[in-house]
């Protein structure tokens, strides 16, 4: 599935005006998936590049609310990088050189319906959302602050992840069926079952996509458990050529990233002759022959009179 992301910078530092220092931090990628279903595992990797300074501090954020502090500020100048496997990050004291106050290196904050933890290495710039329901949707962000004095720079990057909540069947699509007049006008109506995030609905016709000028807009309707429903309908009149062989398929199609769903319906033209329809092919192509073949004609008796 691909990944959406938003990386921003702020790069503003005494250091670097006055003394014309060129020291930055740089985000790389936020990578992690954009769509995943309910109840999946989501992993989320933050990189970024330093640039030679020291790591102050590491944020995740959900939704604007902070869901993960760490403060790499140690008296012996460690990080998660070069710990030994025995020690846990979790149980790190930092002192901290602003507030000049003793905090756990890693701090949680909790987040209603977001189950998160540290990656398999342990470091905090990966983490891992467990059984991700429809609260752990939303912006996820990487905030990074480096050391360099006399102040502090600071880079992020935002991802927006989507969980989805699979419709539980095909959509329902009602309106003209059976057989119908040419010339008659065809019409059809097309919901969809409850699912998150609101999916997008479509018409085809003999698989090919509907102008939006024969579609209704849109209707996205709310359920009682943050499921959504949407509806539409489109309408246009049976001409001839749409039928192939008689016949012409009408789909309603709902997708949500490339997960698909459909109903369709098959339309049968009144009076369809598929003897007559090649025969009145055949005699369209001999007319046009005959018609190319009196043209040369006129134009060879033509030339000979020159």
Same mark, same amino acid.
């Given at each position: 599935?691909?990944?959406?992301?938003?990386?921003?910078?702020?790069?503003?530092?005494?250091?670097?005006?006055?003394?014309?220092?060129?020291?930055?931090?740089?985000?790389?990628?936020?990578?992690?998936?954009?769509?995943?279903?309910?109840?999946?595992?989501?992993?989320?990797?933050?990189?970024?590049?330093?640039?030679?300074?020291?790591?102050?501090?590491?944020?995740?954020?959900?939704?604007?609310?902070?869901?993960?502090?760490?403060?790499?500020?140690?008296?012996?100048?460690?990080?998660?990088?070069?710990?030994?496997?025995?020690?846990?990050?979790?149980?790190?004291?930092?002192?901290?050189?602003?507030?000049?106050?003793?905090?756990?290196?890693?701090?949680?904050?909790?987040?209603?319906?977001?189950?998160?933890?540290?990656?398999?290495?342990?470091?905090?710039?990966?983490?891992?959302?467990?059984?991700?329901?429809?609260?752990?949707?939303?912006?996820?962000? @990487?905030? =990074? $602050?480096?050391?360099?004095?006399?102040?502090?720079? #600071?880079?992020?990057?935002? !991802?927006?992840?989507?969980?989805? +909540?699979?419709?539980?069947?095909?959509?329902?699509?009602?309106?003209?069926?059976?057989?119908?007049?040419?010339?008659?006008?065809?019409?059809?109506?097309?919901?969809?079952?409850?699912?998150?995030?609101?999916?997008?609905?479509?018409?085809?016709?003999?698989?090919?996509?509907?102008?939006?000028?024969?579609?209704?807009?849109?209707?996205?309707?709310?359920?009682?458990?943050?499921?959504?429903?949407?509806?539409?309908?489109?309408?246009?009149?049976?001409?001839?050529?749409?039928?192939?062989?008689?016949?012409?398929?009408?789909? @309603?199609? =709902? $997708?949500?990233?490339?997960?698909?769903?459909?109903? #369709?319906?098959?339309?049968? !033209?009144?009076?369809?002759?598929? +003897?007559?329809?090649?025969?009145?092919?055949?005699?369209?192509?001999?007319?046009?022959?005959?018609?190319?073949?009196?043209?040369?004609?006129?134009?060879?008796?033509?030339?000979?009179?020159?």
């Amino acid at each position: 599935m691909n990944m959406e992301v938003k990386v921003s910078f702020f790069r503003l530092t005494l250091a670097s005006l006055v003394m014309g220092v060129g020291v930055s931090v740089r985000m790389t990628a936020l990578r992690g998936p954009r769509y995943v279903l309910e109840g999946s595992n989501v992993t989320l990797t933050c990189e970024f590049d330093l640039e030679g300074d020291d790591l102050y501090s590491l944020l995740w954020w959900h939704d604007g609310s902070v869901l993960l502090r760490y403060t790499s500020h140690l008296d012996n100048h460690q990080n998660w990088t070069n710990m030994e496997s025995s020690t846990e990050v979790e149980d790190l004291l930092v002192l901290d050189p602003v507030t000049n106050v003793t905090t756990p290196a890693l701090a949680w904050f909790p987040s209603q319906g977001v189950q998160a933890q540290l990656g398999s290495d342990g470091g905090p710039d990966e983490l891992w959302l467990l059984q991700a329901g429809h609260e752990a949707a939303g912006v996820y962000t @990487c905030e =990074v $602050t480096t050391e360099a004095p006399p102040t502090f720079l #600071t880079a992020n990057a935002s !991802l927006m992840l989507h969980v989805i +909540v699979p419709p539980s069947g095909s959509p329902l699509m009602q309106g003209t069926a059976g057989e119908v007049k040419e010339g008659q006008w065809v019409s059809a109506q097309c919901e969809s079952a409850p699912a998150t995030p609101p999916p997008n609905l479509t018409f085809y016709i003999n698989q090919k996509p509907v102008v939006d000028g024969f579609m209704s807009a849109v209707k996205v309707s709310k359920t009682s458990d943050h499921k959504h429903v949407v509806s539409r309908s489109v309408g246009f009149t049976a001409h001839r050529p749409l039928f192939k062989t008689g016949h012409l398929i009408l789909e @309603c199609r =709902v $997708t949500i990233d490339q997960l698909v769903w459909r109903a #369709t319906s098959d339309l049968i !033209l009144q009076g369809y002759n598929l +003897v007559n329809e090649a025969a009145d092919v055949c005699s369209q192509v001999v007319s046009i022959w005959l018609m190319g073949y009196a043209g040369i004609v006129i134009s060879s008796g033509w030339l000979a009179e020159l």
